[in-house]
């Protein structure tokens, strides 16, 4: 279990919390500036978490970009002062008056939401689904999503968003276990996993990267039809599950290609526009086609609890690192893709 950090002690198990703090926020579409902002106040349920460090998603892109999917009290976030970015750790500096299943002083790492609590959805533990999402006054929070995020030197969070960080897993780490955790959510909604599953991207680095990190087999789709791939490297068969992470228009439609009757697809990307869907293909086949929203079902906390036991290695994929004063070049290097950037972190707290 993770112990409360060293200066904890030294302050008597108190940090020093400034009245305000620095925040990234939106103006209008991908106007970001540094504001003050008062340091926000945990309820009883919550804790106060100082920022250490953020990685930069894909999702926090478009959300800069076109505001969905980001919701506020059914608005778009754009010129509220809204600060993004939900892939973020920290050290709890500050406990809500109920609190007691944490400490000041520990490490954590956080999942987006937090679900009212009182819908049908969250009553069945789907608090990523929940009917009240972006309601904050209802009980509602996603962090980054509806609720300000990372990108500030601190935030609050609902004490069942919080995963403990163990003491030998640094910060750029830990920043990438909600990562891991929706990809593990979407494996259980797909119903499991088996071995020999493939990989396909458009960049060799990427993809040697997913091998590293045990992928069986990688397919370039630059260079190879990404259907025919997976038909030959399974002998005709097609694949049992496809889990599609990019948003590309044509991927639902090539996602059903590859697998075989009866076979199940998990969407865990959100694209830009409207896209064409073949139903009648689906429909004839019986191809099931799930979505999720996140990291559902406490898969944070498995996937933390794997990276902590060395199972994978998030360190592979974290290439680039720029302190808080660079969020901007950072989120650049992230939507290009300089330098081959996978994950972009952004270290807030010197270490």
């Not at 106040?41 to 076109?66: F, N, Q, S």
Request: aromatic share 6%; with cysteine.
């Amino acid at each position: 279990m993770a112990r409360p950090h060293p200066d904890a002690g030294s302050r008597g198990n108190q940090y020093p919390i400034p009245a305000s703090m620095k925040a990234w926020v939106l103006g209008g579409p991908e106007e970001l500036s540094v504001v003050e902002k008062p340091v926000p106040e945990p309820g009883p349920t919550e804790v106060l978490v100082r920022v250490d460090a953020i990685a930069v998603c894909a999702t926090d892109i478009e959300i800069m970009r076109h505001g969905v999917p980001a919701m506020i009290d059914g608005g778009l976030p754009f010129n509220r002062g809204f600060t993004p970015g939900h892939e973020y750790m920290g050290t709890i500096v500050k406990l809500g008056p109920t609190v007691d299943e944490f400490q000041v002083g520990e490490r954590v790492t956080v999942e987006v939401h937090a679900g009212c609590g009182r819908c049908q959805r969250c009553r069945e533990g789907m608090y990523t689904s929940c009917l009240n999402y972006g309601y904050r006054a209802k009980g509602h929070r996603a962090n980054g999503f509806s609720t300000d995020g990372g990108f500030a030197e601190y935030a609050v969070n609902n004490i069942n968003t919080l995963a403990h960080v163990p003491d030998d897993m640094s910060d750029a780490e830990a920043t990438l276990v909600v990562t891991a955790g929706t990809a593990m959510c979407g494996l259980d909604v797909m119903g499991g996993v088996i071995a020999g599953e493939g990989l396909t991207g458009t960049r060799d680095r990427r993809l040697e990267m997913g091998k590293r990190l045990g992928a069986d087999h990688i397919v370039n789709v630059g260079r190879e039809d990404a259907v025919e791939a997976v038909q030959r490297l399974t002998g005709g068969r097609g694949a049992q599950y496809v889990l599609e992470c990019s948003g590309a228009p044509k991927a639902l439609n090539e996602a059903a290609r590859m697998v075989n009757r009866g076979g199940r697809i998990c969407l865990a990307a959100f694209p830009a526009d409207p896209v064409p869907v073949d139903l009648a293909y689906l429909v004839r086949n019986n191809i099931y086609v799930f979505g999720i929203r996140g990291e559902g079902k406490s898969a944070t906390h498995r996937a933390a609890a794997l990276m902590a036991q060395k199972r994978f290695d998030a360190k592979l994929i974290h290439t680039h690192t720029f302190s808080f004063a660079e969020v901007p070049t950072a989120i650049r290097y992230a939507r290009e893709r300089i330098e081959d950037a996978i994950k972009v972190v952004v270290q807030i707290r010197e270490t």
